[in-house]
């Protein structure tokens, strides 16, 4: 995608003239300069403009200074301008934007579009189409999440962290390091050129299918697993019942250990299945109860009996009133009180007969009740009888029925579970089958474009390493590889398939990135990618070379030290008409560097921006 920075503005406040950096297409533009004059922070405004929210800017000295930040650029020969107020405390972003689509830089900014409106327009212009979308999620990013321009913005810097470092050969840690690692290795087909918008589509749809397809494989293993402790379960409860010689002693297999204990439990009445020792204490309760009774009715019937005997004394004691009565009805003189006396004894004498005779009758029924009792005590006796007398015995008895009852509960239990859906979970298996068979074989393509396209991008790197490799000393000869696992290059010995564990210096680690990001450049450009912007930032290749030197002063520099930088510039420098020349395209180079001008005499495409020596610096 072609796309240059034309400018960079600094606005200390309204009503001052703006600091202005001017950078040129097709060029490498150089910012040279000290320790802490501000050359680093270029890479960090340009970030921040395009909309990043992890600032990096340094507040002394440099965003206590500035109210806004202005970007002055081209994409696809249309003029863009963004300005952005500066990182609040703490370094937290601001939502405050300027926009101009027609490049219109104003004498002092205000806020006049939202983030996400702004967002929406360089989506559209970064080649982001609306369902471009993350094929597969992670930790921090969500599968089906819409890709952000900002991902492919890792394919344009080298940060003085990054640039020398012997494993990461990207600028993770100038971003949110988690979110665009994750997100790297989602957009690396876009990047290298394999597939399309509707690939990616497809790959996410494979992803969730496989996701999905990987549940129900834990559902079965689960469910088998389930059915193995079912099974176990089952063979137990045979033992038990074998135990209490409820079936025969035969070895079954799971299936027919469930048949024989359903046959068990339909042979048995559920509601004779009652604990004998409950039943037993009930009829010795029963057989206390009457047995009471019946000494209550023994009892009273003995005071009945004694009381009928005192009564039939009276009874003999008051018989002669009826020979008196005689007499005296016969012979002798009646008088009225003799004739009360005779009748008020023979009164009594009747009342005393009647109460014998009733309670003689109450006896009997007495004696009869207690009959009854004695048969009932007779009959519950026997009950008792059916029972084992040995205590273990009965409690064995007792277990038998109790295990009868937990039987018929945990089958039913097992006959729940086993419901149907294992072949549900076999019908989806299945169903999902199919359709990641479907969707792999319209990607089938795809991986070998992936290949196709991996083997270009490492014939772009081999080739340019080709121009540099004598300053890779003792490595010349090996092959370099990018590997798209661990997103890092390798050098691989001749006749080797495994990379070098170590390949010394950081000069040689330098190298490697840059070979590395030009590589990846020319073969981007070469398939028209219109995701990834023209243009690279390079944060100090010549670093490692300050390690060998006093303070900043290069002309302390070896012959071979100063040869490897200026072979780096050299580089650079024939990259860019490389591309001009070869592809008639553009590109663009932004150089922050310690080295002074007279490092790249002689090399055409380099243009000073801006000197931040004897005291003159980003912000003064």
């Given at each position: ?321 009826n020979l008196i009565k005689g007499y005296f009805d016969s012979e002798v003189v009646k008088t009225f009180e003799l004739k009360y006396l005779i009748d ?277």
């Amino acid at each position: 995608m072609k796309f240059h920075i034309k400018d960079i503005y600094l606005w200390k406040s309204a009503g001052t003239d703006p600091r202005i950096l001017h950078f040129l297409s097709n060029k490498i533009n150089v910012i040279t300069g000290g320790t802490g004059t501000g050359k680093t922070t270029i890479i960090h405004i340009i970030n921040y403009c395009l909309l990043s929210s992890k600032p990096k800017i340094p507040t002394p000295h440099i965003n206590d200074s500035i109210e806004w930040y202005g970007l002055n650029f081209k994409i696809n020969n249309k003029d863009f301008f963004i300005a952005r107020t500066r990182p609040g405390q703490f370094d937290e972003p601001t939502n405050g934007y300027y926009f101009s689509g027609i490049g219109e830089v104003p004498e002092y900014p205000s806020a006049t579009i939202s983030e996400a409106e702004l967002k929406i327009i360089l989506e559209r212009e970064f080649g982001v189409e609306d369902n471009l979308i993350m094929p597969y999620g992670g930790k921090l990013i969500k599968a089906g999440s819409k890709v952000s321009f900002r991902f492919f913005l890792l394919m344009n810097t080298q940060h003085e962290d990054t640039i020398a470092d012997s494993s990461t050969f990207f600028d993770f840690k100038i971003h949110e390091e988690g979110r665009y690692k994750e997100a790297f290795d989602r957009i690396f087909d876009l990047i290298l050129g394999v597939g399309s918008v509707e690939k990616v589509i497809l790959q996410q749809k494979l992803g969730e299918l496989q996701k999905q397809y990987g549940t129900i494989l834990n559902k079965e293993k689960s469910k088998l697993k389930a059915q193995d402790q079912v099974d176990s379960n089952i063979l137990e409860l045979v033992a038990r019942a074998q135990r209490f010689k409820l079936i025969s002693n035969h070895l079954y297999t799971p299936l027919q250990a469930k048949a024989e204990l359903v046959q068990l439990i339909h042979e048995i009445k559920t509601d004779l299945i009652v604990s004998p020792l409950k039943e037993v204490e009930e009829l010795k309760q029963r057989k206390t109860r009457l047995m009471l009774q019946v000494r209550n009715m023994e009892s009273l019937q003995r005071n009945t009996i004694n009381y009928s005997l005192t009564e039939n004394k009276d009874e003999d004691s008051l018989k002669p009133v009826n020979l008196i009565k005689g007499y005296f009805d016969s012979e002798v003189v009646k008088t009225f009180e003799l004739k009360y006396l005779i009748d008020g004894l023979c009164e009594n004498l009747r009342q005393v007969k009647g109460s014998i005779e009733n309670r003689n009758a109450f006896v009997i029924n007495i004696q009869k009740e207690i009959n009854i009792l004695k048969a009932e005590i007779s009959v519950v006796n026997e009950q008792i009888s059916s029972f084992p007398e040995d205590f273990e015995e009965l409690r064995g008895e007792a277990s038998k029925y109790m295990f009868i009852g937990e039987l018929q509960t945990l089958l039913r239990l097992y006959e729940d579970t086993a419901d149907d859906s294992a072949n549900s979970i076999t019908l989806s298996k299945k169903q999902i089958e199919a359709q990641i068979t479907d969707i792999e074989s319209q990607l089938e393509d795809l991986q070998n474009n992936r290949s196709i396209q991996n083997s270009l991008l490492n014939e772009f790197i081999n080739k340019i390493k080709k121009t540099v490799e004598e300053m890779l000393g003792s490595y010349k000869d090996y092959r370099a590889h990018f590997n798209t696992k661990d997103k890092a290059l390798n050098l691989i010995p001749p006749g080797s398939a495994t990379p070098a564990s170590n390949i010394g210096s950081r000069s040689n680690h330098m190298y490697m990135h840059l070979i590395m990001m030009f590589g990846f450049h020319e073969h981007m450009i070469n398939n028209n990618n219109k995701y990834v912007p023209q243009f690279l930032i390079f944060d100090q290749p010549s670093q490692p070379y300050f390690e060998t030197v006093s303070g900043e002063n290069l002309d302390t520099l070896t012959i071979e030290d100063r040869k490897k930088l200026q072979n780096a510039f050299k580089m650079m420098d024939d990259f860019v008409t490389h591309i001009i020349n070869e592809y008639k395209n553009d590109f663009q180079i932004i150089l922050l560097e310690h080295a002074r001008e007279d490092q790249w005499v002689g090399l055409k495409n380099f243009h000073l921006v801006d000197d931040f020596w004897d005291g003159r610096a980003l912000v003064i």
